[in-house]
């Protein structure tokens, strides 16, 4: 999790802001276009580069936790099998916070479980290989417009084109 996200984190239980501790974390390190580009957005430069690998969330509203596992904050409303694994990783690390915060009694609604289970089944057995993440931004574009038959990309940058699958979106080209 990019430590600069923290401040649009909330509780799915309440809505509160976060508190962030950290068990592994480490810097990435950028180019100097990147850090121009986030001093245009607005973006903090000193948080720019920080990555959570592990960690805890806490809500100091209502008393729960939330856990960091592989970079991603888990926010649901009751326990994942993510959940149980992080507490098995870090015990000594979360049983300092068992007097004071807990992880939500929630439970997924309807036809949330099925997913739930097979979400975290792939997630523990997904092998990064480094192979997507590395791709610019052109072959991105170029892989994905192949694969959703827009021979002409002209057609396509005429319009705004956005898709979320996961760490690829293609946008209007100025």
């Given at each position: 999790?990019?430590k600069?996200?923290l401040?649009?984190?909330?509780c799915?239980?309440?809505?509160?802001s976060?508190?962030l501790?950290i068990i592994?974390d480490?810097n990435?390190?950028?180019?100097?276009?990147?850090?121009?580009?986030?001093?245009i957005l607005?973006i903090?430069c000193?948080?720019?580069?920080?990555?959570?690998?592990?960690?805890?969330l806490?809500?100091?509203?209502?008393?729960?936790?939330?856990?960091?596992m592989y970079?991603?904050p888990v926010?649901?409303?009751?326990k994942t099998?993510?959940?149980?694994?992080?507490i098995?990783?870090?015990k000594s690390?979360?049983?300092r916070?068992?007097?004071?915060?807990?992880?939500p009694k929630?439970t997924?609604?309807?036809?949330e479980q099925?997913?739930?289970?097979s979400f975290?089944?792939?997630?523990?057995?997904?092998?990064?290989?480094?192979v997507i993440?590395?791709?610019?931004?052109?072959?991105?574009?170029?892989?994905?417009?192949?694969?959703?038959?827009?021979?002409?990309?002209?057609?396509?940058?005429?319009?705004i084109?956005?898709?979320?699958?996961?760490?690829?979106?293609l946008c209007?080209?100025k």
């Amino acid at each position: 999790m990019w430590k600069r996200f923290l401040d649009t984190l909330r509780c799915p239980c309440c809505q509160d802001s976060l508190e962030l501790v950290i068990i592994e974390d480490h810097n990435i390190t950028l180019k100097s276009e990147d850090y121009a580009k986030a001093e245009i957005l607005g973006i903090q430069c000193n948080k720019l580069n920080e990555y959570v690998e592990s960690g805890i969330l806490l809500c100091a509203n209502c008393r729960h936790w939330y856990p960091i596992m592989y970079g991603l904050p888990v926010l649901h409303p009751y326990k994942t099998l993510i959940t149980y694994e992080f507490i098995k990783k870090h015990k000594s690390f979360v049983n300092r916070f068992s007097d004071k915060y807990a992880t939500p009694k929630g439970t997924p609604k309807p036809g949330e479980q099925f997913v739930l289970r097979s979400f975290s089944k792939e997630w523990k057995e997904y092998e990064y290989d480094g192979v997507i993440w590395g791709w610019s931004y052109k072959d991105r574009e170029k892989t994905f417009l192949t694969e959703m038959g827009f021979a002409d990309v002209r057609l396509v940058r005429q319009g705004i084109v956005q898709f979320g699958i996961l760490n690829f979106s293609l946008c209007q080209h100025k």
